[in-house]
């Protein structure tokens, strides 16, 4: 795996949307910006061809990260406007905050799919050793 060094540390690949194994490529080609093809995500890496799904369905699990991110939101917020005083309001602010929040939501799940579990299950392919 040497020959796959990190430019930067692999929190801030994690952050950037890079590839989990050489750190350069971007993971998603399209702005989060672009609501119609947020979700697009790549094959594979152009830089050290890291395939991003290494079988079909890969990405389902991240369904599970998406879960647990909603979660921490809704609790987040609900203590958080209770100590305001805002309660009553949460009702629509809560949903309101997971639309908008919808695509930060998609692609770190995907992103947590592709640095804490593809190492862990398929190590011969992320290390590129056979």
Not at 5 to 22: A, D, G, N, T, W
Not at 69 to 74: D, F, K, L, T, Y
Request: glycine share 4%.
């Amino acid at each position: 795996m040497s020959e796959h060094k990190h430019p930067r540390p692999r929190f801030i690949s994690f952050v950037l949307c890079r590839c989990p194994r050489c750190g350069k490529d971007k993971i998603f080609p399209n702005s989060i910006l672009n609501v119609s093809k947020f979700a697009e995500t790549k094959y594979a890496c152009e830089n050290c061809k890291l395939n991003y799904e290494p079988e079909p369905g890969f990405f389902f699990g991240a369904m599970y990260w998406s879960y647990a991110i909603i979660v921490a939101i809704i609790v987040t917020m609900s203590v958080a406007m209770n100590m305001l005083g805002l309660f009553d309001y949460a009702i629509v602010s809560i949903p309101v905050a997971i639309v908008v929040f919808l695509p930060v939501i998609f692609r770190y799940s995907r992103m947590l799919m592709l640095y804490v579990v593809y190492p862990m299950m398929y190590k011969e392919q992320y290390t590129g050793k056979q």
